[in-house]
């Protein structure tokens, strides 16, 4: 079965450091890859996405994310974060079956 | 243009009882999923609706339902509530094009809650 994995649960970083968030998945047809956040409070919203072309994304709020197909992998980074990036962030893979699988997300706490 | 509108956000069941749930999703939009999220398993995909037809389901017992009508609006049944049932249900929308991208728009939620 399809699956997407998320290295890991719980992430702590202070203000400015570098983020990268790990995402794999096992699908090996075409897919449709997109990163989500959850703001506490708040219902998930789109970060960003790849589905063709430059396998170099960039979404809002200056995450990026980089579609490695050899390696099945789909990283989030973000070079200086804030503490407004404390946030529930989950990698997505849509593939052709008509439904998108979700990791288990990664919680990111930044201190101030 | 609205979002994906979902209603009740909130309700509480006694165990046994059923439920349904609803979802409005963006306008254009003819492709409906719904996901059930808890704290520790995370975004688990339930069925997907594409002109009222269910175009593939997750992993999920026969008391989970859903049903999708001509105007893509769509509802989610659960019978004979359990208390493991409590959960965040997502609605989510999308064109439902694969092929360009068919990116995915949640709704808030409706938090359901098995006493």
């Known amino acids: 079965a399809q699956s997407v994995s998320q290295h890991n649960h719980h992430v702590i970083l202070s203000e400015a450091a570098s983020l990268e968030l790990g995402c794999n998945y096992s699908?090996?047809?075409?897919?449709?890859l997109f990163w989500y956040v959850q703001y506490p409070g708040q219902h998930l919203q789109l970060l960003l996405k790849?589905?063709?072309?430059?396998?170099l994304v960039k979404g809002i709020k200056g995450f990026e994310a980089e579609f490695i197909k050899s390696k099945f992998s789909f990283n989030l980074r973000k070079p200086s974060v804030q503490w407004s990036d404390t946030a529930e962030y989950f990698c997505?893979?849509?593939?052709?079956?008509?439904?998108?699988?979700f990791g288990a997300g990664t919680r990111l706490f930044v201190k101030a | 243009k609205a979002g994906v509108t979902q209603t009740p956000r909130y309700l509480i069941k006694t165990r046994g009882q059923q439920v349904t749930l609803s979802c409005s999703p963006i306008?254009?939009?003819?492709?409906v999923s719904w996901y059930q999220q808890t704290p520790g398993q995370g975004l688990q995909f339930l069925f997907e609706?594409?002109?009222?037809?269910?175009?593939n389901k997750g992993n999920f017992p026969g008391r989970f339902s859903g049903r999708q009508f001509s105007n893509s609006r769509s509802e989610m049944n659960v019978s004979t509530l359990e208390l493991g049932d409590s959960a965040l249900y997502l609605c989510?929308?999308?064109?439902?094009?694969?092929?360009?991208?068919?990116?995915?728009?949640f709704g808030e939620g409706s938090w359901l809650t098995v006493v």
């Open positions: 997505a893979v849509g593939e052709g079956g008509f439904k998108t699988i």
């Open positions: 699908y090996g047809g075409t897919v449709n």
């Open positions: 989510a929308s999308s064109s439902g094009d694969f092929l360009s991208g068919n990116t995915i728009y």
């Open positions: 609706y594409f002109s009222e037809t269910q175009r």
């Open positions: 790849y589905f063709s072309g430059d396998p």
């Open positions: 306008s254009g939009h003819r492709s």
